[in-house]
């Protein structure tokens, strides 16, 4: 069974430009989540979607965040403009359902500079 | 509002001998508890979880947990560590039945096994 696929791998920016992370969950998983990973912290879950409709977008900074599951499938969180702080690594993990494990994907390492 | 407290951020420990990762944790309501493992390069991995039933849960490779409701503590040991457990370990807590909904994580802890 394929894992949860992300990419790129590693992203450098510099800082007010713009950047898109890629996710593509398990097939059949229904539900799928970002976490943002900042160095020496845990993961901090920034958007849950179930199918493609958004379960919770509580901690995401809708004012430079985005993210869509337009087909209920992949997934795609873009930074626009990006800030110095924002330099962590993005996790996107998916699950069966809401009541099952999440396996999570390698992570993209974004460089803010 | 619900925390995870990791008081070691790196530990060291000698190969064959035990090793015990301390996880505190404080909610206002049920929790489910559960500890992850991230190895290089690698994503996270689900190590083991607590939902109900017994307070003691293992994993497949030699780990255990044990829920401590009275400390709120889930401290994970292993009697005997091996190179290959070198790894970031994340203590997380839910308070939704579920495998990821609603989860917030610790700082994690640096397994460092030394030959």
């Known amino acids: 069974e394929a894992g949860v696929a992300q990419s790129p791998r590693y992203k450098i920016i510099e800082k007010r430009q713009s950047v898109a992370f890629w996710c593509n969950p398990i097939?059949?998983?229904?539900?799928l989540y970002w976490y943002q990973q900042i160095l020496g912290q845990g993961p901090k879950l920034l958007i849950q979607f179930q199918n493609n409709g958004v379960v919770d977008d509580s901690q995401l900074p809708k004012d430079r965040f985005s993210a869509e599951r337009l087909k209920g499938v992949d997934s795609t969180l873009k930074i626009q403009p990006a800030k110095l702080e924002d330099s962590a690594v993005y996790l996107c993990a998916s699950s069966l359902d809401r009541s099952t494990e999440a396996f999570f994907g390698q992570g993209t390492r974004l460089t803010v500079v | 509002a619900q925390s995870v407290t990791q008081l070691d951020s790196q530990v060291p420990v000698f190969e064959e001998a035990p090793v015990e990762l301390r996880c505190n944790y404080s909610s206002s309501v049920s929790v489910y508890l559960f500890w992850y493992v991230q190895y290089p390069n690698q994503g996270l991995q689900l190590l083991l979880k607590?939902?109900?039933?017994?307070?003691l849960v293992k994993s497949i490779n030699g780990f255990e947990a044990e829920f401590n409701k009275s400390q709120t503590s889930f401290h994970l040991r292993k009697p005997s560590v091996h190179i290959s457990d070198t790894a970031e370990y994340f203590c997380?807590?839910?308070?939704?039945?579920?495998?990821?909904?609603?989860?917030?994580f610790g700082k994690g802890t640096h397994l460092i096994i030394q030959p």
């Open positions: 997380a807590v839910s308070d939704r039945l579920g495998g990821a909904d609603g989860l917030t």
């Open positions: 607590y939902l109900s039933g017994s307070t």
């Open positions: 097939s059949g998983h229904a539900t």
